[in-house]
């Protein structure tokens, strides 16, 4: 869809769903139930004409100078700016709508949609509108202790309430730092998952943003494997495979620093690679894929420290995450960014080896072989590597 067909699409969505919502507000009594198109439908509709929106955004991707696939700037801006002009007519429609319902049953499928559907109150330029987004925020608040506490709430709503309570509180507990909001996180988790069958999409994504705020909190060591026991001692057993795992590739970790590290594989341009016959230097193993931008950021760095390090006996072994049918585009992208570092691909058997869950990830070795560093970057990598060089420990 061109530029011209998606902002009508926009304007048609907006369009429809205003005069909808007109319809339902411009009166002060509660609006009629007979309605037969109400605000519930329209917003249905908007939530399509959004998805075909970034659909057609997604697929006018182009490949960048960087190696990634993405929009270019104007396209990005447009849609960030087409979306949040489309969220924000609706809430406002929707915020005059709840003011004016009384006890129409509609209101708890309104609240919810926008829950789900919060402008982000930025402008074209990137400037926050601060003093709309907290008055926005309150009215929420509000909105939702009602949706809470609701004794007239339709059968069919009671999962997307658990639902809209998981997500408002994961959204609201930032950078987890205290056990307590450990706690009441989890129990919200755990509402919601009680609703939902098994195995459920829902419920593994759900987990996953769980577990993905534990594991980037400030929060003490044993945190961690202990969420990830409670999830894997769960009934559910789409729960239990994700945590147990977690479990694993944690163990595994932890057994990598108990001996010299192994791995033999042929790479992509054909080299035989055995890490065996590595000791004696220095070897830093990067696990990477073309889609992940963090990773192809590093890579300068890297091409440097290793123009700077290798006849002083350091190795770099990249490790593609790649889909398998993608080797062409790995061979491609490594040829144009001149990655002289031998490739392993594919690489989910080494992932698997070294626990890997998540990406960019590296690991150091040292000359016996021995990790030594994990996760290291920048000046901090460059300093153990000087460090490793000069005395072998």
């Known amino acids: 869809m061109r530029t011209m067909g998606r902002r009508s699409a926009i304007c048609l969505a907006v369009g429809m769903a205003l005069l909808v919502l007109v319809a339902l507000t411009g009166s002060g009594a509660s609006p009629p139930p007979a309605v037969a198109t109400d605000l519930y439908q329209a917003v249905a509709m908007t939530e399509a004409v959004i998805s075909r929106e970034r659909a ?19 396209a990005t801006q447009q849609f960030n700016v087409a979306m949040e002009r489309l969220r924000k007519e609706l809430a406002e429609r929707g915020d005059r709508y709840l003011q004016q319902c009384g006890d129409d049953p509609r209101r708890w499928r309104v609240i919810v949609w926008l829950l789900d559907h919060q402008p982000a109150f930025v402008d074209a330029t990137g400037t926050t509108d601060e003093a709309s987004r907290e008055a926005w925020r309150r009215r929420l608040t509000q909105w ?11 059968a069919d709503l009671s999962l997307e309430r658990a639902r809209a309570d998981w997500e408002w ?3 609201a507990a930032g950078k987890l730092a205290a056990i307590q909001a450990v706690e009441e996180l989890r129990s919200s988790l755990m509402n919601y998952l009680d609703q939902l069958p098994s195995p459920s999409d829902q419920a593994l994504k759900a987990a996953m943003l769980y577990l993905r705020k534990i594991e980037t909190g400030d929060l003490p060591e044993d945190v961690l494997p202990r969420e990830y026991g ?4 769960l009934a559910r057993e789409d729960i239990r495979s994700l945590a147990r795992g977690k ?19 042929t790479a992509l341009d054909g080299r035989q690679v055995d890490l065996a016959a590595l000791r004696g230097g220095i070897v830093l193993i990067d696990f990477w894929a073309t889609t992940c931008s963090p990773c192809i950021a590093e890579f300068p760095h890297l091409q440097r420290l290793y123009e700077q390090y290798r006849d002083q006996g350091l190795e770099i072994i ?21 990655l002289p570092w031998p490739q392993h691909f594919p690489g989910d058997h080494a992932a698997r080896q070294f626990g890997v869950t998540a990406i960019p990830a590296t690991f150091l070795l040292d000359p016996d072989g021995m990790v030594v560093g994990t996760n290291l970057k920048g000046a901090p990598l460059q300093e153990m590597i000087k460090r490793l060089l000069r005395t072998g420990a």
């Open 318 to 338: 990249g490790v593609s995450l790649d889909s398998v049918k993608d080797r062409n585009k790995v061979q491609a992208f490594v040829a144009r960014r001149k």
């Open 169 to 171: 509180r994961w959204r």
């Open 247 to 265: 479990l694993e590739s944690r163990q595994r970790r932890a057994r990598l620093s108990s001996r010299p590290v192994e791995l033999t594989f």
């Open 144 to 154: 939702k202790a009602a949706l809470d506490a609701a004794q007239d709430l339709p």
């Open 56 to 74: 057609s955004y997604r697929a006018g991707y182009k490949e960048t100078s960087s190696g990634l696939w993405a929009a270019s700037p104007q």
């Open 230 to 233: 409670l999830l894997a001692n």
